[in-house]
């Protein structure tokens, strides 16, 4: 498989992820998705179901993210940028296995021990969402801060990857549970989505990405 091959399958992973996690977020307006949630809740199929699309969201921004750092890499920010999709790949796989928790184990004790759910939390698993997330953002920050110095993309990319993190913790900080703090997270969702489709769109597109694999004074030459 050509690299030209590997660049497009790894845009569409990037642009399919994108499309779930919108679909996600927008279930986020219409139920509690946090673990303070109701019994009830845990027990309901939109609970199952927005955790299965989050997981199916973060392997396939998991499986682009490689050539999205490969594009940039060797420009300018491109240790940073490094740094930062390594502690996004944490960030996914903590989120990952705590999404593995809600959505085979959180049903089961709702339903027969709902006194143990508590004690899980309190007992040390809260490190999975909570340091999951923590790496996510931070490694967010780092990586746009990388993608606006290297200027392989455009740089409204990496600006998106910030204003994500920047409405995701006032989402966070905001009383959970309410509608306008759902709001913001869905503007935090969307926002990463669209940097990760527009780098997707880009990675697909055969005569961007052998123009983008250039440097500038070569393609300054050959006009």
Same mark, same amino acid.
């Given at each position: 498989?050509?690299?030209?091959?590997?660049?497009?399958?790894?845009?569409?992973?990037?642009?399919?992820?994108?499309?779930?996690?919108?679909i996600a977020?927008?279930?986020?307006?219409?139920?509690?998705?946090?673990?303070?949630?109701?019994?009830?809740?845990?027990?309901?199929?939109?609970?199952?179901?927005y955790y299965? =699309?989050?997981?199916? &969201?973060?392997? @396939? *921004?998991? +499986?682009? $993210?490689?050539?999205?750092? %490969?594009?940039? /890499?060797?420009?300018?920010?491109?240790?940073?940028?490094?740094?930062?999709?390594?502690?996004?790949?944490?960030?996914?796989?903590?989120?990952?296995?705590?999404?593995?928790?809600?959505?085979?184990?959180?049903?089961?004790?709702?339903?027969?021990?709902?006194?143990?759910?508590?004690?899980?939390?309190?007992?040390?698993?809260?490190?999975?969402? =909570?340091?999951?997330? &923590?790496?996510? @953002? *931070?490694? +967010?920050? $780092?990586?746009?801060?990388? %993608?606006?110095? /290297?200027?392989?993309?455009?740089?409204?990319?990496?600006?998106?990857?910030?204003?994500?993190?920047?409405?995701?913790?006032?989402?966070?900080?905001?009383?959970?549970?309410?509608?306008?703090?759902?709001?913001?997270?869905?503007?935090?969702?969307?926002?990463?989505?669209?940097?990760?489709?527009?780098?997707?769109?880009?990675?697909?597109?055969?005569?961007?990405?052998?123009?983008?694999?250039?440097?500038?004074?070569?393609?300054?030459?050959?006009?």
């Amino acid at each position: 498989m050509s690299s030209t091959q590997l660049y497009r399958l790894s845009g569409i992973s990037l642009l399919l992820g994108a499309l779930v996690s919108v679909i996600a977020g927008v279930m986020t307006l219409f139920f509690n998705h946090n673990y303070t949630a109701s019994l009830s809740t845990f027990q309901s199929p939109l609970w199952s179901t927005y955790y299965s =699309l989050f997981f199916v &969201a973060l392997a @396939l *921004i998991l +499986l682009g $993210l490689p050539a999205l750092y %490969l594009r940039q /890499a060797g420009r300018r920010g491109g240790v940073l940028g490094l740094v930062g999709v390594f502690l996004i790949v944490l960030g996914n796989f903590l989120l990952m296995a705590m999404i593995g928790y809600f959505v085979s184990i959180l049903p089961l004790l709702a339903a027969k021990a709902p006194q143990v759910i508590n004690a899980a939390f309190e007992s040390g698993f809260g490190i999975f969402p =909570l340091g999951g997330t &923590a790496f996510g @953002l *931070i490694g +967010l920050i $780092l990586l746009g801060i990388a %993608l606006i110095r /290297a200027r392989v993309f455009p740089p409204f990319v990496g600006i998106l990857l910030i204003a994500s993190v920047v409405l995701s913790l006032v989402a966070f900080f905001l009383q959970s549970g309410d509608l306008l703090a759902a709001i913001i997270g869905l503007l935090g969702t969307a926002s990463a989505a669209i940097a990760y489709g527009w780098v997707g769109m880009i990675l697909t597109t055969q005569q961007n990405m052998r123009g983008a694999e250039m440097p500038s004074s070569v393609q300054t030459v050959l006009r």
